[in-house]
């Protein structure tokens, strides 16, 4: 048996803003949202999620198409009901202040493993705004036991299914023990933060379920490795497959790793009677630092030195670097991944400007080969206003590194040939081909325009996906078609955005990377996972579905804030997916610093999600690296 216990946090004042000065990002879209941490002996919890929210309520577009309303969740409670299922109940606010929508309604949702949520159902309680519902099944009734309060009091009422409550009555006392069912510490952050819930026992098999989804990932032991070789076959075909270590993680995932073999020894076996042989060998691990230093232009205005969205592609043997950067598009050329960001930058083309400041600015530029030409996709911000940014796409006719292979921007356009979109802005577009589709994504974004460009309303940031023509990828061959919107307090946070998209295929799956939340606020930046399956047709929203909670956040990796806006790239040597992304550090006086970029490796969890948070120290720590390889000859 093993303790969950549900629980949000308070949600009070905003994020520290003395690195972001006139901006405001409210805590609570963030921390108001449902909790899990997990316990043995039901008095010592550790959180899951890095202590982050899994459920939250989502934003209402009904009341507000262009921008929506934020929701949060508060007053979680979970019992489990007498069919096996769990149910969660909880409270929608309007942020921090009464969902007037659904005053003195209850949300329900269902889940048969705490992993997967349904949609809430709302239960109308009262007339009144309502807090802390609880309930829990009784058998003698054949019914659920509710209670809830108000600014009146307590109340109580039985329902057999729910969804409709029968009479209710004031109840004096409660029938729920808090005090001796709540623990009184939570080891790893302590419970002054905390609005707790209330605790339930579960099965050790529910418990890891919850872990490997929810839990941080960490190496646990390498498999022993053995080798069976035939007695008088040559030791040299050995060295030439050079057997792998298999290591396994906190999980049940494993992960095949390159070793080092000592040659020495292998050439000392005598393959000519059987026998066994041990042979030390030590596991070949990249380790990335982050942030990874880069080089710049001596003339080359760059604030701290930074990096905004990177992007790492592989062409004809060679690596390009990409990034978001000034008036100029330019490329960090080399034979390694490692070697772009210390390449030194060439500009491949210089935007034309008009009046002095026509286009300031080329935003998340990516390179795509498509059936043997290269493109380069970015956008363009015209007259020194991000309100203006415009999708467009440079086709190259001969060497990337020669600025006269590149023909000019093209603005992208709908199948009429019109701006991709009208009334607003596009951006962070990006290709993939599937099923022999090819289908662009890109974020686009609303604008109710003013009088001048100080005078405007922007809307949510959404992401889209069309076809497109593989001849001419800026010439869109269907609608555009909505896949997501910013719906949770986590993308939501101080801005509603949902932007640069990235593929990351691995079978018949596939994962689109999504970065979310405020721009302006760096450090609140995250990243939430889209996926869908190979073969089916992606233009439909349905085919999609999106994590309700974020992958990556501010609180994956200490010193790493704002993490996001990544590609992915195979490293060549393991056949791993590798993540490139920014994230931003703060210096001793916990000051933002700018943008920077880094690399790390995707491991594949068991559940078949990649786990972006894998850290050199969790993937192998140092002392693991040493293993042993029995060679059996027979």
Known sequence: MAYLLAYTKKGEGCYPDFNYPGHVGYNCDWEQAMHLALSEDGKNFTPLRNNTGILFAKASFEEDEFVGVTKTLV???????????????????????????????????????????????????????????????????????????????????????????????????????????????????????????????????????????????????????QVSWPVGK??????????????????????????????????????????????????????????????????????????????????????????????????????????????????????????GLNFVGTWAAELHEIDGVLYLFTSLCENAQWIHVKSVILRCNGDPADPNSWEAPRKCVKIDGSDLTEGGISLDMTWFRDNGRDYVMWSDRKIHYGADDEHFEAGTADVYIATVDPKKPWQLTSEPHCVVRPMYGWDRYETPVDEGPYLLRRGDDLFVTISGSSTSMGDLYDVGLLHAKSGTDLLQEENWTWLSYPLLTKESVPGEYGPGHNNFVKDPDTGDDLMIYHAIPHDENDKTLFRQPGIRRVHWAKNGLPYLEMTPERDLPEGSENVVMELVIE
């Not at 005053?103 to 949520?117: A, P």
């Open 234 to 355: 040559s030791i040299n075909s050995l060295l030439g497959s050079s057997p792998k270590a298999v290591c396994v993680y906190s999980d049940g995932s494993t992960h095949e790793k390159m070793v080092e073999w000592d040659e020495e020894a292998l050439c000392r076996v005598d393959v000519n009677k059987p026998g066994s042989w041990k042979i030390p060998g030590k596991i070949k691990q990249k380790r990335w630092k982050f942030p990874i230093p880069l080089r710049f232009l001596p003339d080359e205005l760059v604030e701290f030195n930074g990096m905004s969205d990177p992007c790492v592609t592989e062409y004809h043997g060679k690596y390009y670097l990409s990034s978001s950067g000034t008036h100029h598009i330019q490329l960090r050329i080399a034979d390694t991944i490692e070697g772009t960001f210390d390449a030194e930058p060439t500009v491949i083309y210089r935007i034309p400007l008009k009046n």
């Open 75 to 225: 007053d979680p409670w979970i019992c489990c009901g007498e069919d096996g299922i769990f149910y969660v109940l909880a409270v929608r606010r309007n942020q921090n202040a009464p969902d007037s929508k659904h005053i003195g309604r209850m949300m329900v949702f269902t889940s048969t493993d705490l992993v997967h949520y349904s949609e809430p159902v709302f239960v109308k309680l009262s007339e009144e705004e309502i807090r802390r519902p609880r309930c829990r099944y009784d058998k003698e009734r054949a019914s659920y036991y509710v209670e809830w309060e108000t600014a009146s009091g307590r109340f109580c009422a039985c329902t057999k299914d729910l969804k409709k409550i029968e009479k209710t009555e004031s109840c004096t006392q409660t029938q729920f023990n808090l005090q001796q069912e709540l623990p009184q510490h939570i080891d790893g952050f302590g419970t002054e933060d905390c609005v707790l819930g209330n605790v339930i026992a579960i099965t050790k098999e529910q418990e890891q379920v919850l872990r490997e989804y929810f839990d941080e990932i960490c190496y646990v032991k390498t498999k022993p490795i």
